[in-house]
Each structure stands twice: as C-alpha cells, then as structure tokens.
C-alpha cells in the first residue's frame, strides 16, 4: 500500500501524463482507429509484422523475408491513419520509456 505522499506523486504523474501533448495526440489517432474497421485491421496487420521483424534472428535481417515484411509495413503505412497512429503511438511509448527511465534512475534499488 502507498504512503499518502506516493500516491499524491503518482497521481500528479498520471494527471501530467493525461495532459501531455502526447498522450493526447494518441488518444486522438486511437479514436480515429478504433472507429474505422478497415483501418483497424491494417493497423493489425502492422502489428503482426512488427512482432515478425523482431521474431527474425540479426543475422536475418537482410534476407528476402525481411525485406518483404519491410516492404508489407512500408505499403500499408501510406495510409494516413494507419501512419499516423503508428507515430502518435511510438512518441508516447518514448514519452512513457522517458517518465520511467527518469524514476528509475532517481531512486537506489
């Protein structure tokens, strides 16, 4: 159970957190996926390549099923939406990696 002074600081990070540019900005990009099924389901297949191409052993990653995973992503991230959730979705990942990092390296484990 947290003390009553950690919980007030988390709280405030999750209050700051909410009203950061990029949680925002990705809550928008969420929204606008979620309420288009054909996007939903490019933006699955993203996913599943993604988790491909980082299932494929380094010294594989020049091989033609490599390049055709890349090739797959790179066509269907022309679609706007499906581009722009990606994006909005990697800087908030970062934005949250950032928060975390900050915390963990302020604190002796």
Do not use: C, H, W
């Not at 969420?30 to 993203?46: A, C, F, G, S, W």
């Not at 390049?67 to 797959?72: A, K, M, N, P």
């Not at 022309?78 to 909005?88: C, F, G, I, L, P």
């Amino acid at each position: 159970m947290l003390s009553d002074n950690a919980t007030k600081a988390v709280d405030s990070v999750i209050k700051a957190i909410k009203e950061s540019p990029e949680y925002i900005d990705f809550e928008k990009q969420k929204k606008i996926v979620k309420d288009n099924p054909k996007t939903r389901d490019m933006l699955e297949r993203v996913k599943s390549i993604q988790l491909r191409l980082m299932s494929i052993p380094e010294e594989e990653r020049n091989s033609d099923y490599a390049e055709s995973l890349q090739d797959e992503y790179e066509e269907i991230t022309e679609n706007t939406a499906v581009y722009d959730y990606s994006r909005a979705e990697s800087i908030y990942v970062t934005m949250l990696q950032e928060v975390l990092g900050s915390i963990v390296e302020s604190v002796d484990l």
